[in-house]
């Protein structure tokens, strides 16, 4: 993917997050991986948004969605005004309840064929990394840990005065992701396996991806 199409994308998804009625109110937006590294092409742009909670059910709407549209959970998992806005972006997981992390991805990534991943959870990028790191290593499941290479784009109702334009100059300096593994705990031997994993499990993956975590 070309970096400066990269960046278009990211910088429209912040502007949604800033200006739109998304499924869900969105606290945190990241980038990391290689898109924080300056690589360009990326072979993936890798996006994190850490969601808040809807406080505050609409159970009519609920009723109403299940029968229109055979999902479930609309004004609970998901804005009720989303939902009625966006009919065509709503979407549901396995057991039929509207999915707020692929609700997302249809509204902030409408082109499903570009090489973007988006990760969505209820916890800070920077918290969840330390999360996902002990998890892994705890199951041996290492192509689940996050690159921890991450910057912030926008926070609790602000976005960042100077990220975007940093790194569209390429001026973000991070150590390699062994190294960054390492400073997070592993021990170099460890730090290279999950590295090797981390990278043939991206490998595998095409066109737009979505995951959902709960920290």
């Not at 918290?127 to 998890?135: A, E, I, S």
């Not at 290279?192 to 920290?215: F, I, K, L, P």
């Amino acid at each position: 993917m070309d970096r400066d199409a990269a960046l278009d994308r990211v910088a429209a998804v912040v502007d949604a997050v800033e200006s739109e009625t998304l499924p869900v109110p969105v606290r945190e937006v990241w980038v990391y991986g290689d898109v924080a590294l300056g690589l360009d092409p990326l072979d993936r742009l890798d996006v994190y948004v850490t969601k808040d909670i809807l406080l505050r059910g609409d159970p009519d709407a609920a009723e109403s969605f299940e029968r229109s549209h055979g999902v479930k959970g609309v004004g609970k998992s998901v804005r009720a005004e989303w939902a009625r806005e966006h009919p065509d972006l709503l979407r549901a997981n396995a057991n039929g309840y509207a999915a707020p992390e692929k609700c997302l991805a249809a509204h902030l990534l409408p082109d499903d064929d570009e090489p973007v991943h988006l990760e969505v959870c209820n916890a800070s990028f920077e918290d969840n990394v330390t999360q996902r790191l002990k998890g892994a290593v705890e199951r041996e499941a290492y192509e689940q840990i996050l690159d921890p290479r991450g910057v912030c784009l926008y926070a609790d109702g602000q976005r960042s005065s100077d990220a975007m334009s940093k790194l569209r100059n390429g001026e973000f300096a991070f150590p390699t992701l062994s190294g960054a593994l390492e400073m997070l705990g592993l021990e170099g031997d460890e730090a290279e396996t999950a590295v090797e994993a981390m990278r043939a499990y991206r490998a595998d993956q095409t066109g737009t991806s979505v995951r959902g975590d709960v920290v």
